[in-house]
């Protein structure tokens, strides 16, 4: 027989039927009815955040780690539009979260009523798609297409705006489970066009310097371990866009590193002299391609990627291939072993491309250069602390990051052996994610060690939920990289030769080990490097390993990210680390 | 560059609104829209013109194809295809004008739906060109208000825009 079951227990029900396990929410007026049924349900765990856009990047974080939908709960009007920036953040890094919303009710005049917003329409241009549920009857077709169309195709957020006039709060409605979809303007890719995968072997065989830069939808559709298979099938470099860390393993002899602005003079150099490119789910954005014209400009390039409006926008592909990444390598793999030929040139392939590519290896890449400048500072070098991390953690740690110097920093030192356990807001670069999103990791990972490299500046933006992190005894480590200033801002002042427009508030500093300490949590601070390494020993030690640490990390407010690009001088051409 | 898009997308709240949305975050500007329900009321047919360079519509057509509600867009200029409008115009139709006005409309196979003593409301229906001819032969001193629907478009031949799978 039907369950007949309140609204409030429908929602919960239909979020049970879809295996959602984690909660993140933040309750108010408009939500009210339905967060009684939340008190009583034992299958779903729900974590109270201190503000709505931490809930998002709880969701959100949740959601990379584990490719599960992360979802947010909350109520109407500011509580919903405080959301935006998390749901902006997801929908610029293609991570499934559903946000649900309360709403007085639908009808009305919108926005006289006390804490009433449009928010969908506010939402709109963040969202995969939304939804204002008609009636109580709706909620299990929705939640499921809501979970359906976040996780599928490209992922991406979901608003649903769930009004009181929707339903009677006393009234029970029959539950009736929902199965099918049916979406007729909803048929993501899933597969690519075999003639065109065909043709991008046999490119990738006549090629002679051949490049696969792999971005984020190689981890967001599982396709590292096709990818590893692929290249060291043809014995292909690799190199990643920032959303691609992690999606080959960072120390592998394939893997060249980050391309783009900050990335490998390794990287750049393969890229801009290649003579093809197998681009993998990713959408050549600026900071990777910078001058479109320039960006390699004797390669032809084959583009896989299973949303069709990322192919040719900013880098004409001559080769596209609107399809799942995992499953275009695994034809691709298919393909190279049915050719006998592949299997006995394995290793004379590409012999004069490698030597190249060792050679630019071997040269000093411009991090290195600067350390060594910069020895005569005592207060801790940035990289030092990135590389104490990764020693520590031997490359394993989920590590979420804030934007700015700090996270260019561990894109570079840090070097992920697995994919999903990087965790940076890229295309958004939301100022105040890494803490919040290291919670949800956490939530989703519990024996995982997650760590959260910020700076001071990102810090300030959502420290309150050191207090949620107290609630649930999240045992996540805080490194924060304190220079003072705005670091990457005044960097690029000083690279375009504004030196005198400084950005820096080192006087109106808090004490930063007083204040998380107020939270309850244990607080150290690092001036030195022989202290930094006393404080990444104790972070992980037996004694402190179950609790939340924070680490005020004094580093050099002089170091520059570097390498680094000035915008439109193309992939080749770095500034000099004397500028 | 005229582009001329034929979409089908949900008839539901809030489904237009998101269409439009992708021309506004762009800056594009529309020209003219005429929407309504197919012979499927769960459907409905939009067709919309607008002035844009030929990689910009490719993007707004991909992310077209990205809503959950649009069904199926195609570009009409890239196609044989008939396409209409159709005008209401109310003139200043006075004396021995009257006559000429009448004359005129004839000729643009135009009819007058509405009559009083000093005006004619005449209804024509063309494509976008010959509706402008109209209104300049008519005289823009004549002319007191103009409605016009937003073109329509339809593919020649059998080819039909229908609910099958979507394009790239």
């Not at chain 1, 396990?21 to 933040?26: E, G, N, Q, V």
């Not at chain 1, 470099?237 to 691609?244: E, I, K, N, W, Y």
């Not at chain 1, 120390?251 to 590193?257: I, M, P, S, T, W």
């Not at chain 1, 002089?558 to 004397?578: A, C, F, I, M, Y």
Request: proline share 5%; glycine share 8%.
């Amino acid at each position: 027989m039907t369950p007949m079951l309140t609204a409030d227990e429908m929602l919960v029900r239909a979020l049970i039927d879809q295996g959602i396990a984690h909660i993140f929410w933040h309750p108010g007026g408009a939500s009210f009815p339905y967060h009684r049924a939340l008190s009583k349900c034992e299958e779903i765990a729900f974590v109270l955040c201190r503000h709505e856009v931490g809930a998002c990047h709880m969701a959100d974080g949740y959601a990379r780690a584990t490719g599960r939908p992360g979802v947010v709960m909350l109520t109407s009007g500011s509580g919903a539009t405080n959301s935006i920036t998390g749901i902006a953040n997801a929908y610029m890094d293609s991570v499934p979260i559903i946000v649900i919303c309360g709403r007085d009710s639908v009808g009305h005049s919108v926005a006289t009523q006390l804490d009433e917003t449009d928010m969908i329409g506010v939402s709109r241009p963040v969202v995969k798609h939304s939804y204002i549920v008609p009636t109580a009857n709706d909620l299990p077709r929705i939640v499921r297409e809501a979970v359906f169309v976040a996780t599928s195709g490209r992922p991406g957020p979901v608003v649903i705006d769930l009004p009181r006039s929707a339903y009677e709060s006393t009234v029970k409605y029959e539950y009736e489970r929902s199965e099918q979809i049916s979406l007729r303007g909803y048929r993501p890719a899933e597969s690519g066009h075999t003639g065109q995968i065909r043709k991008a072997l046999e490119a990738l065989l006549q090629s002679e310097r051949p490049v696969i830069y792999a971005g984020g939808g190689v981890i967001q559709g599982d396709a590292s371990p096709a990818l590893l298979t692929f290249a060291e099938c043809l014995d292909l470099p690799v190199v990643t866009s920032l959303m691609g860390l992690g999606a080959i393993p960072g120390a592998n002899r394939l893997c060249l590193g980050m391309l783009g602005m900050h990335g490998s003079g390794l990287a750049n150099n393969a890229i801009a002299h290649s003579d093809i490119v197998l681009a993998l789910g990713t959408r050549f954005d600026d900071r990777a391609t910078d001058d479109p014209e320039q960006f390699c400009p004797r390669a032809k390039v084959i583009h896989v990627d299973i949303d069709p409006s990322s192919i040719s926008k900013t880098i004409i592909a001559d080769l596209p291939i609107v399809g799942p990444v995992n499953e275009v390598l695994n034809i691709l793999i298919q393909l190279a072993n049915d050719k006998q030929e592949l299997q006995s040139k394995r290793n004379v392939r590409y012999l004069s491309w490698w030597k190249q590519i060792d050679d630019w290896r071997q040269q000093p890449s411009g991090e290195e250069r600067h350390t060594k400048e910069s020895d005569s500072s005592n207060r801790i070098h940035p990289q030092d602390v990135v590389q104490t991390l990764y020693d520590e953690t031997r490359g394993e740690a989920f590590i979420t990051t804030d934007v700015g110097q700090h996270q260019i920093f561990v894109a570079q030192g840090y070097k992920f052996s697995t994919p999903r356990r990087w965790v940076t807001p890229g295309g958004l670069g939301t100022m105040g994610f890494g803490l919040p999103a290291a919670l949800g990791v956490q939530f989703a990972v519990p024996q995982g060690m997650v760590v959260c490299i910020t700076g001071e500046s990102s810090f300030l933006i959502n420290l309150q939920e050191l207090s949620t992190c107290a609630q649930y005894d999240l045992p996540i480590k805080v490194f924060c990289f304190n220079n003072g200033t705005l670091g990457m801002v005044n960097q690029w002042n000083q690279i375009q030769g504004h030196e005198n427009e400084f950005l820096g508030y080192a006087e109106s500093m808090p004490d930063f080990v007083q204040l998380v300490e107020s939270f309850g949590h244990r607080a150290l601070r690092a001036t030195s490097l022989d202290e930094l390494k006393q404080a990444v020993y104790l972070a992980f030690s037996e004694e402190y390993k179950n609790q939340t640490v924070f680490v005020d990390v004094w580093v050099d407010p002089n170091v520059l990210v570097l390498p680094t690009k000035k915008r439109g001088s193309g992939t080749s051409t770095e500034v000099p680390v004397d500028s | 560059m005229k582009q001329l898009l034929a979409i089908l997308f949900e008839n539901e709240a809030g489904a237009l609104v998101r269409v439009l949305g992708l021309f506004a975050q762009r800056n594009v500007n529309i020209e003219s829209l005429s929407v309504a329900p197919t012979e499927d009321t769960t459907m409905s047919r939009l067709t919309l013109l607008t002035l844009s360079d030929a990689q910009t519509i490719e993007q707004i057509t991909k992310h077209l194809n990205r809503l959950v509600g649009v069904v199926k867009v195609i570009n009409l200029v890239h196609v044989e295809h008939v396409e209409r409008e159709l005008m209401l115009v109310k003139v200043c139709a006075e004396g021995d004008e009257r006559q000429e006005i009448k004359r005129t409309c004839d000729i643009f196979r135009g009819q007058i739906v509405d009559v009083t003593t000093n005006t004619y409301t005449i209804q024509l229906v063309g494509p976008t060109a010959k509706l402008l001819g109209f209104l300049e032969a008519i005289g823009r001193a004549h002319i007191l208000e103009v409605v016009r629907s937003g073109t329509c478009g339809i593919t020649r031949g059998a080819k039909v825009l229908s609910a099958g799978p979507k394009g790239a």
